[in-house]
């Protein structure tokens, strides 16, 4: 009996050389082969290497010490961080254009959250029309695909210059961010619950205004919330573009007309200081509709 199982048992042949287990010398098992993909990250990662240092190497410097120019970046680092102070604006100046800053994000992000509540439920696929979800989600795309920036420079031409066109420009990317982020939210509600609602005879505007929306209300929130700080260093940057106000306004100023290192220094802290207020109550917020 003994013989007819060892005449019968297969002897394990030897792996195949292109399944056998890498080694390296010392004897430790490879994680990862090396394949075609690899091969042309590595070359492609060292030709732009390559090209760098030649594009160090080749350019034009115009007889720039270094030394001179490190140091001086330095002292103005320095200047800037260590030394703030306020010439050209008083403080309560300051803090009124953050006021500014605060009610260009806080507008935007409401006008852009109406919007996108109800496009989101025009192109979530689980409530909406295939067509008319099709149709949404394109010029949706389209929106989101423009910069934020580019928004605001075009109604400025349109509008004018001024508040409106920063509004009006932060207003269509936030609505084409919170439309594809709370379509998201309600895609992943049970499609049983839908269809049993549906079954009920409810409504389209009963399942969105009765089921979905008051499901979906926490990821909403967080998504606003989320937005709401983009919006925030967005007004920064609109406030000098679309000449808007604000403490964008100011860093312009500050940076471009008369170059002054402290007051730079001191604004970039009130913006840091408001950031991180704004982050406190968001998170209190979004526990309390938790």
């Known amino acids: 009996m003994i013989k007819e199982m060892t005449a019968t048992t297969q002897i394990p042949q030897p ?52 030394i001179e ?11 800037m961080f260590f030394q703030p102070h306020l010439t050209n604006n008083s403080v309560m100046g300051s803090l009124s254009q953050l006021l500014v800053t605060i009610s260009l994000a806080v507008l935007s992000t409401i006008l852009g959250a109406i919007i996108a509540v109800f496009a989101s439920l025009l192109c979530a696929k689980n409530i909406a029309n295939p067509k008319v979800a099709n149709v949404v989600k394109s010029v949706v795309a389209f929106i989101r695909a423009v910069p934020t920036i580019l928004w605001v420079l075009i109604i400025t031409v349109a509008a004018g210059i001024g508040s409106v066109a920063a509004v009006i420009g932060l207003t269509f990317h936030s609505a084409g961010y919170l439309t ?10 049970s499609e049983g619950t839908i269809e049993a609602l549906r079954a009920s005879g ?51 100023m500050a940076g471009t007309q008369y170059f002054d290192m402290r007051e730079l220094g001191f604004i970039t802290y009130i913006i840091v200081i408001a950031v991180i207020l704004l982050e406190i109550v968001a998170t209190k917020v979004k526990a309390k509709v938790r």
């Open 15 to 66: 792996l195949d050389r292109h399944k056998a287990i890498r080694k390296t010398r010392k004897g430790k098992i490879k994680t990862a082969a090396h394949g075609k993909g690899d091969l042309a990250i590595r070359l492609t990662i060292w030709a732009l290497i390559g090209l760098s240092m030649l594009g160090f190497l080749t350019f034009n410097y115009k007889n720039i010490n270094f």
């Open 69 to 79: 120019a490190v140091a001086a970046t330095l002292n103005n680092v320095k200047v």
């Open 180 to 189: 594809k982020a709370y379509a998201e939210s309600i895609e992943e509600m």
């Open 202 to 252: 409810a409504s389209f505007w009963q399942i969105a205004f009765q089921a979905i929306l008051p499901s979906s209300t926490s990821y909403m929130v967080a998504w606003t919330f989320l937005r709401f700080e983009i919006n925030f260093a967005n007004a920064i940057a609109v406030g000098a573009a679309a000449g808007a106000g604000g403490l964008g306004w100011d860093l312009f």
